[in-house]
């Protein structure tokens, strides 16, 4: 299976070319839910919309947090950084 399992094999090869590379440079750890992450945003924006529509995940933007948040995850204008997750 394509990615630990957590894409199916037959959408993944048929993915396009740019999208299969930025997975498999990202994958997440097996134990993990994430498909995908720690994606840097910066020139990667079209492949990142591509592999959400054509895969149907959505994203949660990560980056600097602010001193008081205990939260991981960060507004969509601070992020330096996205995780990709099925839906």
């Given at each position: ?74 507004v ?6 996205v ?5």
């Amino acid at each position: 299976m394509a990615l630990n399992g957590k894409v199916d094999t037959l959408k993944f090869w048929f993915l396009p070319k740019e999208c299969r590379k930025l997975l498999e440079k990202h994958k997440a750890h097996p134990l993990e839910k994430a498909v995908a992450r720690q994606i840097p945003i910066k020139g990667n924006e079209e492949t990142i919309e591509k592999l959400v529509k054509m895969l149907k995940l959505k994203r949660r933007y990560r980056g600097p947090r602010t001193r008081y948040t205990f939260m991981r995850d960060c507004v969509k204008a601070d992020a330096e950084r996205v995780s990709l997750y099925a839906r």
